[in-house]
């Protein structure tokens, strides 16, 4: 901006880029009717921001309609509609990477003036080049949705215990947006323009007979069904990758021929299914289900799959009439099943897409993903067993689950040598087996007409092995960022993370070359893995008269996390470790001239050894310590957070008794208050992840952890 300022540390330029988020959302609702015809309509209104200027502004407005309506003694319709339109804007390029390289004697107030008189981009940081606020009103985009979802619920009484249902949902949404880049940008120039439409329709329809009857000490509860399922989608897309205009935000601002691409899928599943559940004398229950689905995106010798269930339930202490002061319940479960799913459309034989013209003719292209016409659906068998207790008149309970589930036969998508000419395959992956523990402890330890507080404890522990990848190939790779890479392995559990780790000797010494050097070792080392050892909570709610508090801790203890956003901070040297030894550095290697050789000051590593086994004891040059290996920004992923406080208050009926309105209610709702505990850097979110499918335990230019608090009033009339 032209102002004369000194190279000064400016502590609060993390804290000045974020800002308070607000949310408002409002509803109304209105229901009525008489015995035999009810209805129920609602609105709802939404508005909020983000707690990073310009970005992920949205609001959404919610229309939700719901009938019924007896029509004669044996019919009844229930009839539910929503529709939602949403709003929000944002940036395709995430400002919070070029923000973490941000150098501490940089001021917000200096990058805010990221542009010149001419419109080109000024003050980029970081290696990728880029000003973050540039990013946010320079790089835009902006999509609305339009969702309408509805179903409808027929019932005929055929005959005493037997009725007919017939099912008919909907599930639509036409969703539009832009991108664009505009001109003068450092690391992109020429700018650039997106538009892009994306509709999909989804219908189910079933039909159903139903049967529930008692017959002395036995009860029968049977169904019978078809359904069909349809799924058709489009997208379309307009791009250009150069524009003329600064600011003119329409595909015509193009620089050179747009390219426009329009995909279309269809998919569907029919099934037949039905269930059993027999009961006797009210506390043993057998249940058998069995379910086939023929599915359009399995090759048609593949495409059936059946999949049964069965359930058993005992009361002991209904059956053996237990009446005991201390037992005041006690039921045991078990239950083994299969499980069945297909996969996306178009991945069983290979297509092509019209691409360029050449020699004046269309050219083809065919897709580096090698699709597979032999894939099987994937499969599930799981096992259950489980026990209830309840004591002192249901005031303390524990229950208690085991859980061991094998998935066979799963559809991934599994990298390929460089000589096969693909780069990816879809082919079924082995055998996958997680097995577990799960326990909740729930107590009503005071209960009086005044006062009642109630606590809950959840435990569980999951445990994944990779018994089979594919034959031939005992690794998958599931997710790649930079050199760290989320690996499927036979005898491993689920998500190994390997990459590069410092070098080390027989005796797990780090070593360094001879001139100070970090040794490194190529990116198969194991890292870690992001499963857990346990998660768990504790929660208690109190009511006192006409005021209800209540609290939640959860943890999560064990996993892994390589932090991307870690790796960048600390090469570009802004966090506060990476100060050590830079001041002595300085002044030897500049001030004194001394060689690197025989520095007397800077930075020396603490446990570093050269290839001899003699210790390291020279001073290096402080960013040595961050040489290109992963190791050094893996995590342990525990957590324990302070997840949610409510107070609220609710009116008593003898006040409202005097006012025109039958409800009040208050409330205060603070989320995600605190991490009290954690091993990550400060500002890097444990539950941060790059990925939002199954390959977790990366985390790359993540929003910092941010605590909400919320205010509520109801109002009943």
């Not at 099912?167 to 997106?194: C, H, I, P, Q, T």
């Not at 991945?347 to 032999?374: A, E, F, H, V």
């Not at 890292?527 to 109190?542: V, Y």
Request: aromatic fraction near 12%; charge should be positive.
């Amino acid at each position: 901006d032209g102002v004369l300022t000194t190279h000064s540390s400016h502590p609060d330029n993390v804290k000045d880029f974020y800002e308070t988020a607000h949310r408002y959302t409002h509803t109304l609702a209105v229901e009525g009717g008489s015995k035999k015809n009810n209805y129920r309509v609602s609105y709802t209104r939404s508005k909020g921001n983000s707690v990073v200027h310009g970005i992920n502004e949205s609001f959404k407005d919610i229309f939700n309609l719901r009938l019924m309506n007896t029509i004669t003694k044996w019919m009844t319709l229930d009839s539910k509609m929503t529709y939602s339109h949403e709003y929000m804007n944002g940036s395709d390029k995430n400002p919070i990477y070029a923000f973490v390289t941000l150098p501490r004697s940089l001021s917000i107030d200096v990058l805010k003036h990221y542009k010149d008189e001419n419109g080109n981009e000024m003050i980029p940081i970081g290696e990728r080049g880029y000003n973050p606020y540039w990013n946010i009103y320079e790089n835009t985009n902006s999509d609305t949705r339009d969702r309408v979802s509805g179903s409808m619920n027929l019932e005929v009484k055929l005959l005493p215990g037997l009725k007919a249902v017939g099912k008919a949902g909907l599930d639509a949404y036409w969703w539009k947006g832009m991108e664009f880049f505009n001109l003068g940008a450092r690391s992109d120039v020429d700018g650039g323009m997106k538009n892009w439409i994306n509709n999909s329709t989804s219908t189910n329809f079933e039909a159903l007979l139903m049967y529930n009857k008692t017959f002395h000490k036995i009860s029968v509860n049977a169904i019978a069904g078809i359904s069909r399922y349809e799924r058709n989608s489009e997208k379309r897309t307009e791009s250009v990758n150069s524009i003329l205009v600064p600011d003119f935000k329409n595909i015509s601002n193009s620089n050179e021929y747009p390219s426009a691409t329009q995909l279309q899928s269809k998919k569907i599943i029919r099934s037949a299914y039905g269930s059993v559940s027999l009961g006797y004398n009210s506390y043993v229950y057998l249940d058998v289900t069995a379910r086939n689905d023929w599915s359009s995106t399995l090759p048609l010798d593949n495409c059936s799959y059946f999949y049964p269930s069965f359930g058993a339930t005992f009361i002991f202490t209904d059956a053996f009439k237990i009446k005991s002061p201390i037992l005041s319940f006690g039921k045991i479960r078990a239950s083994f099943a299969y499980a069945g799913s297909d996969t996306d459309p178009y991945r069983i034989n290979q297509t092509y897409k019209l691409g360029s013209i050449y020699n004046g003719s269309p050219l083809q292209t065919i897709s580096t993903t090698l699709n597979n016409d032999q894939l099987l659906p994937e499969r599930n068998r799981s096992l259950e067993l489980g026990a209830d207790l309840r004591f002192f008149h249901n005031r303390l309970g524990v229950d208690v689950t085991y859980y061991r589930s094998d998935a066979y036969d799963l559809i991934t998508k599994v990298a390929l040598p460089v000589p096969s000419g693909y780069s990816f395959k879809f082919l079924n992956t082995g055998h996958v087996r997680n097995q577990g523990w799960e326990v909740v402890l729930s107590a009503t330890p005071v209960k009086t007409k005044l006062f009642e507080w109630n606590a809950n404890i959840n435990w569980a522990r999951n445990r994944s092995e990779v018994i089979k990848v594919v034959d031939g190939n005992p690794n998958v790779q599931l997710l790649k960022s930079s050199n760290v890479s989320i690996m499927l392995e036979e005898g491993m559990p689920y998500g190994v993370i390997r990459g590069r780790a410092w070098k080390r000797d027989d005796q797990g010494r780090k070593l360094v070359d001879s001139s100070g050097k970090i040794l490194v070792t190529d990116n198969t080392q194991y890292l870690g893995c992001a499963e857990p050892k346990w998660t768990g909570s504790f929660g208690s709610n109190f009511r006192i008269q006409n005021f209800t508090v209540s609290f939640l801790f959860d943890a999560r203890i064990g996993g892994t996390l390589y932090s991307g956003t870690w790796n960048r901070a600390t090469t570009a040297g802004v966090v506060a470790e990476s100060a050590e030894g830079r001041e002595g550095y300085y002044l030897s290697n500049v001030i004194y001239g001394e060689s690197s050789a025989k520095a007397t000051s800077g930075y020396q590593y603490p446990d570093a050894y050269f290839e001899d086994g003699t210790p390291c004891l020279l001073f290096v040059k402080p960013n040595n310590r961050y040489a290109s290996f992963d190791e050094r920004s893996v995590f342990d992923a525990s957590y324990i957070k302070f997840r949610e406080l409510s107070v609220a208050y609710s009116l008593p009926k003898s006040i409202l008794k005097k006012l025109p309105i039958s409800g009040l209610r208050l409330a205060v709702v603070g989320r995600n208050l605190a991490i009290l505990h954690q091993n990550t850097p400060k500002g890097i979110d444990p539950e941060a992840s790059s990925s939002s499918g199954n390959a977790q335990g990366i985390e790359y230019g993540g929003m910092p952890p941010v605590s909400s608090v919320g205010f509520d009033i109801k109002l009943t009339f």
